[in-house]
């Protein structure tokens, strides 16, 4: 089976720094994904992890560590837009083609 | 490129009744997703098709829910009948296979009554 958990809400201050944290339990791994969800809106694909280590892109970051079955988001320099709910996705056994399992989500509230 | 086409995008329907939502992939894309997305939690993954044939449907529910991509195109995805907690986001996502990350359409918002 397959556990995702990540925390439901988190609030942080525009221009701060946030770090969503994700923890998982899989029967196999392939990949790490983060996408970010507007309100009324489809996810979108904001990272992709498969290797130990961190991949940086602009102002988010997103690291993962295969040996602890965790991965973090980093938002860097906050924007008011960037409040939204942001998911931790894993993809299971099959390679390429395994199954892509998603956490409940963390929804980001950003304050001025 | 065009991205994931899904229709309608909001359906009313009253319990017992069935419904149908409809999926057309980015073009070339083998790897077909229906997921359920009940307000404030994360996407469930209903079906996982890969070209014509079903890779995973562990967490669609048989007795009512139904989905099929004949040609390894578009699907569609059926609830009969359906059920007051069916209410939800219906999502489609597609992935090359060879790529990493699975691309959503805008989903359809089904509200039983």
């Known amino acids: 089976g397959q556990n995702i958990d990540q925390p439901t809400e988190m609030t942080a201050t525009e221009g701060a720094i946030v770090q969503i944290n994700c923890t998982y339990q899989?029967?196999?791994?392939?990949?790490l994904f983060w996408y970010q969800q507007h309100a009324g809106e489809a996810p979108t694909f904001l990272s992709y992890n498969v290797l130990d280590g961190l991949e940086e892109k602009g102002r988010f970051s997103s690291f993962l560590s295969r040996s602890k079955g965790y991965s973090y988001l980093l938002l860097k320099e906050l924007q008011m837009k960037d409040s939204a709910s942001y998911l931790c996705?894993?993809?299971?056994?099959?390679?390429?083609?395994?199954?892509?399992?998603f956490g409940k989500g963390t929804k980001l509230s950003v304050k001025p | 490129e065009a991205g994931v086409a899904q229709s309608p995008r909001y359906k009313i329907i009253e319990k017992r009744q069935s419904v149908a939502f409809w999926c057309n992939p980015i073009?070339?894309?083998?790897?077909l997703y229906w997921y359920q997305q009940i307000l404030g939690q994360g996407p469930k993954l209903l079906i996982q098709?890969?070209?014509?044939?079903?890779?995973?449907d562990s967490q669609l529910p048989k007795d009512r829910f139904s989905a099929e991509r004949l040609k390894g195109v578009d699907s569609t995805l059926k609830i009969q009948p359906a059920k007051l907690e069916d209410s939800a986001v219906y999502l489609c996502a597609s992935s090359s296979g060879e790529g990493a990350e699975a691309f959503f359409g805008q989903g359809t918002r089904l509200t039983v009554v």
């Open positions: 899989t029967s196999g791994f392939n990949g």
């Open positions: 073009s070339g894309h083998a790897t």
């Open positions: 996705a894993v993809r299971g056994p099959g390679g390429s083609q395994g199954n892509l399992i």
């Open positions: 098709f890969q070209n014509n044939g079903v890779v995973d």
